[in-house]
């Protein structure tokens, strides 16, 4: 946010009206679509020409006269609720707002602005141009894990991707897939990688990964790579996250739905334990616990491993990166991703990943992470064992992570996005 505050402040004049849709965003909120939403203000917010369509009042204060507030209760939640007041909003507030001048919002009535959405939403009926952005079809691939949100996906998401100019997607992965459940619809797409933050996620002092009771040496931090964030070690383990100090562990990140594939992982962790050669290895999992499966907290007690296994929940985006930094190595055998933030993420702080071969996770992590079949606990937990116990091969994926990621950085993301948008 302080930096969109910045661009904010230095806009510079363009020729053509872009209209931002982040009626669904909210400053308090950093994960998920809000914080893709988030990037793009950002990457956009210099552009003069660039208006701003919120129901959220800070970001609205920030932007001025460039930004209309809708003032709808609740029209930001990711709920019920908050999506059919959007879709609604989308199909009659929105193109009289885009067609009609009015002094609330100086400039939407202009001739043909584009209409910019960085989520799956806008207009049916479209008065203008309009982009709009698919990042998966996991409501598709899992409608038990979203049973609303299936029908919007079923029903209204194809009549919206064929009136649209150009649908931004967040992987080929997701082009594929948009191709094969609706291969009649000709609407061109484009590939637009998500960033990681750079200002969060950098190494600290790279110790030795493969070395299991190095909790990583003394001696002068690593310089963050593109970032104004100050040198400094990080905390190796968050006492208050109830992690024993020093205590070399396996990073999990993701909410326990079920294509998270936190199961078995959980299970792959057991098969190590057993072996006896991993003595002090620790299991963390960062994420709520789902309801989809409620039993998940339980299963470390039903392996015999209930004293391996912590539990961690939500933490800050400060925690997280410390927790990377602090890792033997991060594990994410997730069945299916639209992109695959954390890999990056995990990276980006100099440790080494375990990563399945699924969905968009190659295109993200390329040649720089340890594959595994996501369905086999065998591979799963080969590859834990290779990772944490061959320390030349987990240096080797530490040092590929890191030129890995200078691909995903917020300068590429804000020059491809604005080529998109046509400035």
Not at 125 to 144: G, M
Not at 287 to 312: E, W
Not at 314 to 337: H, I, T
Request: charged fraction near 20%; hydrophobic fraction near 35%; charge should be neutral.
């Amino acid at each position: 946010m302080e930096q969109m505050r910045a661009d904010v402040r230095g806009h510079h004049r363009t020729d053509r009206t872009i209209v931002l849709d982040a009626t669904g965003f909210h400053g308090s909120i950093s994960h998920g679509l809000n914080r893709y939403t988030g990037e793009t203000i950002a990457a956009l917010a210099d552009l003069e020409q660039l208006r701003v369509l919120s129901g959220d009042r800070l970001l609205c204060d920030q932007f001025g006269s460039r930004a209309h507030r809708v003032q709808l209760d609740r029209i930001h939640q990711n709920n019920l609720r908050g999506n059919l007041t959007r879709l609604l909003w989308h199909q009659i507030a929105l193109p009289r707002l885009l067609t009609r001048p009015s002094r609330s919002a100086p400039g939407f009535g202009s001739r043909l602005p584009l209409f910019y959405s960085p989520v799956p939403e806008g207009m049916l009926h479209p008065v203008c141009p309009q982009i709009v952005t698919v990042h998966d079809l996991l409501p598709l691939k899992f409608p038990d894990v979203y049973p609303r949100v299936k029908y919007y996906f079923r029903w209204i998401l194809p009549r919206l991707l064929r009136v649209s100019q150009t649908i931004v997607v967040s992987s080929e992965n997701t082009r594929r897939d948009l191709q094969h459940y609706w291969p009649d619809i000709q609407t061109p797409s484009v590939v637009l990688p998500i960033p990681y933050r750079t200002d969060l996620f950098y190494p600290g002092d790279l110790g030795d990964p493969g070395d299991l009771g190095n909790p990583g040496n003394p001696g002068d931090p690593q310089e963050p790579r593109e970032t104004n964030a100050p040198a400094k070690l990080p905390s190796n383990t968050p006492s208050h996250l109830n992690i024993p100090a020093l205590t070399p562990y396996l990073l999990c990140v993701g909410e326990t739905r079920p294509y998270k594939n936190i199961r078995r992982a959980i299970e792959a962790f057991a098969r190590v334990i057993a072996t006896g050669d991993r003595p002090h290895l620790t299991l963390a999992i960062v994420g709520t616990l789902n309801r989809l499966d409620t039993n998940l907290a339980d299963l470390p007690q039903q392996l015999g491993i209930v004293d391996r296994v912590r539990f961690l929940g939500r933490v800050s985006d400060q925690e997280l990166a410390d927790l990377y930094r602090g890792a033997a190595a991060f594990l994410f055998p997730s069945l299916y991703e639209g992109f695959g933030i954390p890999p990056l993420e995990a990276m980006a702080c100099g440790c080494p990943t375990i990563v399945a071969r699924a969905s968009s996770l190659p295109e993200v992590c390329g040649t720089a992470t340890h594959y595994v079949d996501p369905l086999s606990v065998e591979e799963i937990a080969a590859g834990i064992v290779r990772v944490t116990g061959d320390r030349a091969y987990a240096q080797h994926l530490q040092q590929a992570g890191l030129e890995q990621v200078k691909q995903f950085q917020p300068e590429q993301f804000r020059q491809r996005l604005r080529a998109i948008v046509g400035v």
